[in-house]
């Protein structure tokens, strides 16, 4: 738990000191005992004046401090939270099946597969985008093997939102 230097007129203490342990505990350093501090309160936070509290200037940059590191940690779980996503939506290419024509018209088989191979590499990469799955067009079969045009489309565009969400 950090130490604040003392002024005449200063930060009320006791607010302080609870609401640092609060922060150190959310961050895991100390032992929790009250609920969870989220950024917000750390932005909004303001503590009663009083005579012989901590320094104003010396609470605030540590706040400041903990407002870094808390957007560091969110920002690590954005990025471990998106990849685990873009790895969940390589699985779903990677084990899409469609139902397969014969005598009415489909796309192209070895097209769609060429696209999807092409979108496992961009998730991986992190560098799919929506709009290359909503502008693939195939070339369609009749009297020979293909794959079912609706099938296709709607996985195709449910791929496409979720790539949206991602964002």
Known sequence: ????????????????????????GTLGRAQLFAP???VAE????????????YRGSAVDERLEEYLREFETKENARRR??????????????????????????????????SFLDTMLVALRGRTARSADVRAARFATTRFRPGYSQPD????????????????
């Open 1 to 24: 738990m950090p130490e604040f230097p003392i002024a005449l007129r200063g930060y009320h203490r006791h607010q302080v000191d609870a609401f640092i342990a609060r922060v150190e």
């Open 36 to 38: 969870p501090v989220t």
């Open 42 to 53: 750390i932005g909004q936070v303001r503590f009663a004046v009083t005579l012989r509290g």
């Open 152 to 167: 296709v489309d709607g996985f195709l565009e449910h791929l496409a939102a979720e790539i949206d969400r991602l964002g």
């Open 80 to 113: 471990r939270l998106a990849a685990a996503e873009a790895d969940r939506l390589a699985g779903l290419v990677r084990n899409v099946r469609f139902v397969t024509t014969r005598l009415t018209e489909g796309y192209d088989e070895g097209e769609v597969d």
